[in-house]
């Protein structure tokens, strides 16, 4: 008796953290009606290049910086719809992740959602996006935060932030992505 109730104890306490493991990746923003459209774009664990260009196909990359800091290679990237930043992204991985070293280092100005996403591409995306809302202030990146305030966007203002993990073999790189207010002008 006290075996099958150690067993049943383990079984529940399996099954409870399962719950809860659950509940804390689950990272998407529920639709708002008014907020439909964005909200497809944001959740959509496909390319956000694409998504950006079927709303306009004048679709441009600028980039803020790209290099090696201490042991990471870095690009940040202000991506444009016309001539106006809809969202900021910051990719980086370890220098000695050669598959996203190489991608980083040779796109230029082109999106690397583009090459992540190919159709021969062995690069997947973890599925536990992390979507929420921060303040401007609260981006990882010193260039970013400045480059947004440059263009007029307050410390406080409220922006989307989309976290995701890509991986190829034993090989990761985190790309942050910024979704800003700017967006919702292509969204009508």
């Not at 529940?12 to 459209?37: A, D, G, R, Y």
């Not at 090696?68 to 930043?85: D, I, Q």
């Not at 995306?125 to 935060?145: C, E, F, W």
Request: one cysteine or more; charged letters at 20%; glycine letters at 2%.
């Amino acid at each position: 008796m006290l075996k099958t109730k150690s067993v049943l104890h383990l079984i529940f306490l399996w099954f409870f953290s399962m719950q809860l493991v659950s509940c804390s990746t689950t990272n998407s923003i529920k639709p708002e009606e008014s907020n439909i459209k964005l909200n497809e774009i944001i959740n959509n664990p496909q390319s956000m290049t694409k998504s950006l260009k079927k709303l306009n196909n004048n679709f441009s990359v600028n980039i803020l910086y790209s290099g090696v800091e201490s042991s990471y290679y870095k690009r940040l990237v202000a991506l444009k719809l016309e001539s106006t930043t809809v969202i900021i992204a910051s990719s980086s991985t370890k220098l000695d992740n050669s598959t996203f070293v190489d991608i980083l280092s040779r796109s230029k100005g082109n999106s690397i959602g583009l090459q992540l996403f190919s159709p021969t591409s062995k690069i997947k995306r973890l599925p536990d996006m992390a979507i929420k809302h921060i303040q401007t202030q609260q981006i990882n990146s010193r260039t970013l935060a400045t480059y947004l305030i440059s263009i007029g966007y307050k410390p406080s203002q409220e922006i989307i932030s989309r976290t995701s993990t890509f991986y190829y073999k034993n090989e990761s790189m985190i790309l942050c992505e910024y979704i800003l207010p700017s967006l919702n002008q292509f969204l009508k």
